[in-house]
């Protein structure tokens, strides 16, 4: 474990910020641009946001994102042909166990508001092995 033996919670507190937002995604008012601000940054004049995506270092990452594929099927990053990314959205988390979405860059370019798009592909996550996270701007992301 890399979080000096304190656990997971202070990314665990984190992601449970972000995905309470999610499910509640409503505008408010501009305020400090953090991870943990307490709602996802909209305004009237633009799509609703319903996702803060989220980059994700390991602890044994030496400082390159945790990338994971863009479908279900059974391939690893890397190898020809496969596509992966290092955006996610956080689905679920329970104590020190997160289940991410991958996201994947929008395929259509003519659509500057959207920057990704929800795959099916998902993985879980002992937090105990994620030392830091780097949140994008909050977006909209269809499909969800």
């Given at each position: 474990m890399c979080n000096n033996n304190e656990g997971c919670k202070?990314?665990?507190d984190i992601l449970n910020t972000?995905?309470?937002l999610q499910n509640n995604a409503e505008c408010g008012e501009n305020i400090l641009n953090t991870c943990d601000r307490g709602f996802l940054g909209c305004s009237t004049t633009s799509l609703l946001c319903n996702t803060r995506p989220i980059m994700i270092y390991t602890c044994a990452g030496n400082g390159i994102?945790?990338?994971m594929p863009t479908t279900r099927e059974d391939v690893v990053c890397g190898d020809e042909g496969?596509?992966?990314s290092n955006v996610f959205r956080i689905?679920?988390?329970d104590g020190c166990c997160a289940t991410f979405r991958v996201l994947e860059p929008n395929p259509d370019t003519t659509e500057t508001n959207i920057p990704y798009v929800a795959t099916n592909s998902f993985f879980t996550m002992n937090l105990d092995c994620c030392c830091a996270l780097r949140c994008l701007n909050?977006?909209?992301v269809e499909c969800i």
């Open positions: 202070c990314i665990a972000i995905n309470i994102p945790w990338s496969v596509v992966c689905e679920k988390i909050d977006t909209y």
